[in-house]
């Protein structure tokens, strides 16, 4: 079974500063990963996603990620970080050819941002 | 934009009674899902549904949970007899195709029982 870490409960940041969000997983086979958002009261929102090929994605609102598949890692980055980032951060894996769409997620990581 | 809904928003129940939650999948969606949030917790996978029946299970969704698509538009979560363990959020999601599936969430029904 796969499982998810993401290694900061709670980021507090300034505006204009670098954000990195790590997630690791742990899974044997293929996977599609993705990175999820909730800002407060709202629904999970997809910040992006990668199934394969460029192991760099590019989201919305500029956040990027990079798969490192040799160090099972997804992790999360944008450059300048604004107040309105503030929100929940999700990073979910899908195990590729065994399960029908299940996402397993990772606990979550709360960023603040500070104006 | 298409979006999933589901209602209530916020639900309070008695321990043994039993709830409906309920969803409207984004209309050309093929693939449902429930997951749940524990307060503090992770996101958990309940159950994917597709062409009409369960897909997939995880060992959370035991025999007190049942989930139907009554009629062409809606997706609903039962739980039979509720149980103080069973208050958390409850998230709807909708899919497209599954193998790469980018998931469609609900704002979540918040669930409460005391």
């Known amino acids: 079974a796969q499982s998810v870490s993401q290694h900061n409960h709670h980021v507090i940041l300034s505006e204009a500063a670098s954000l990195e969000l790590g997630c690791n997983y742990s899974?044997?086979?293929?996977?599609?990963l993705f990175w999820y958002v909730q800002y407060p009261g709202q629904h999970l929102q997809l910040l992006l996603k990668?199934?394969?090929?460029?192991?760099l994605v590019k989201g919305i609102k500029g956040f990027e990620a990079e798969f490192i598949k040799s160090k099972f890692s997804f992790n999360l980055r944008k450059p300048s970080v604004q107040w309105s980032d503030t929100a929940e951060y999700f990073c979910?894996?899908?195990?590729?050819?065994?399960?029908?769409?299940?996402?397993?997620f990772g606990q979550g990581t709360i960023l603040t941002v500070h104006p | 934009e298409p979006e999933v809904t589901q209602t209530p928003s916020h639900q309070v129940t008695q321990m043994g009674q039993e709830v409906i939650l309920r969803c409207v999948p984004i209309?050309?969606?093929?693939?449902f899902y429930w997951y749940r949030q524990i307060l503090g917790q992770k996101v958990e996978f309940l159950v994917s549904?597709?062409?009409?029946?369960?897909?997939?299970k995880s060992e959370i969704f035991d025999d007190q949970f049942s989930v139907e698509r009554p009629d062409g538009s809606n997706f609903t979560l039962k739980i039979r007899s509720t149980k103080l363990e069973d208050s958390a959020m409850y998230f709807c999601?909708?899919?497209?195709?599954?193998?790469?599936?980018?998931?469609?969430f609900g704002q979540g029904t918040r669930l409460t029982v005391v």
């Open positions: 899974y044997g086979g293929t996977v599609n």
């Open positions: 999601a909708s899919s497209e195709i599954f193998w790469g599936p980018e998931a469609f």
């Open positions: 549904f597709y062409n009409n029946e369960i897909s997939e």
């Open positions: 979910a894996v899908n195990a590729k050819g065994t399960s029908y769409g299940k996402l397993t």
């Open positions: 990668y199934f394969s090929g460029d192991p």
């Open positions: 209309s050309n969606h093929l693939y």
